[in-house]
């Protein structure tokens, strides 16, 4: 079903399901033998939202050979980079976990847009005083937070969940809840921007960057299909037929001319920088695969930093 002004969703349904989809990725590739990520949590919750394609995802029941999204072992690479990207991210902002970085910002309040079923508040080594905040719709911060209660989960950090829709005033839910802009931040909008139209994709910038204080940082997707986003959205929703989905992605994403966000973060005193796919990787020690390269053109990550 096309996406509509003002529509909503669980975590088995239109856009929700696709953070069901992720996490079982997630829940795939922590299973591996030597496991190329750990997210404990990831099959769990999976199994908790019971869609039938997802289990079969998380259990490794959808193996194609070869395919580049389909094929087990691609699928675990694929999550590993993406995953490990924002970690990272969170480490270096932070200083927390196993960073390395010698100009990690040390910063202590961190938000999660879209947060979906991401467990990063619970599984992160945060460093002592840090503050999470998740955002999303209510229905999916109320399901998340209850089962992992349920299964005994705590979180490492001090975590403040913001029931709201991002195309809603969630700028004052965020500051009802605690959250300080006048000290600097790491943001992350993982998986969020396809699904957002250009005009909303500038206003949540907007908002970030007027929520921001100097030193605050933001992680998200590089988009960048070489013109091809369409010959793009036709791949990756025959992929997600191929696993069993009944929801059409191109029901889902948005893929209309909008400005990228390096260009808008720049333009705006934002000192930006770009992984592309090939390089994230290369950086993990795998081969990124011709078929995504066909269609992903110089999409990556992006980060970006408030001088």
Known sequence: MPRTEGDTWDLASSVGSTATGVAASRALASKQPDPLINDPYADPLVKAVGLEHCNRRADGEMHVEGHPMLDNRRACEQIAVRTRFFDDFFA???????????????????????????????????????????????????????????????????????GIDLRDDWPTALRDSGFDPGVPTAWIAEGLLIYLPPE??????????ELSAPGSRIATENMDFGGSAEAWLDRVSEWSKRVGSDIDLRDLFYTGERTPAGAYLAARGWETAVRTSAQAYAANGFEYPEELAAVAADSGYLTAILK
């Open 200 to 209: 909303a994709q500038d206003r949540l910038f907007d908002n970030i960057i």
């Open 92 to 162: 270096a902002a932070t200083g927390g976990g196993n960073s390395t970085d010698a100009c990690a910002a040390g910063i202590r309040q961190a938000v999660i847009l879209a947060s979906g079923l991401d467990t990063r508040a619970y599984r992160l080594d945060w460093p002592a005083g840090t503050v999470v905040f998740e955002v999303d719709q209510p229905e999916v911060i109320e399901f998340k937070t209850r089962t992992l209660a349920d299964l005994g989960a705590s979180p490492a950090a001090e975590l403040r969940t913001v």
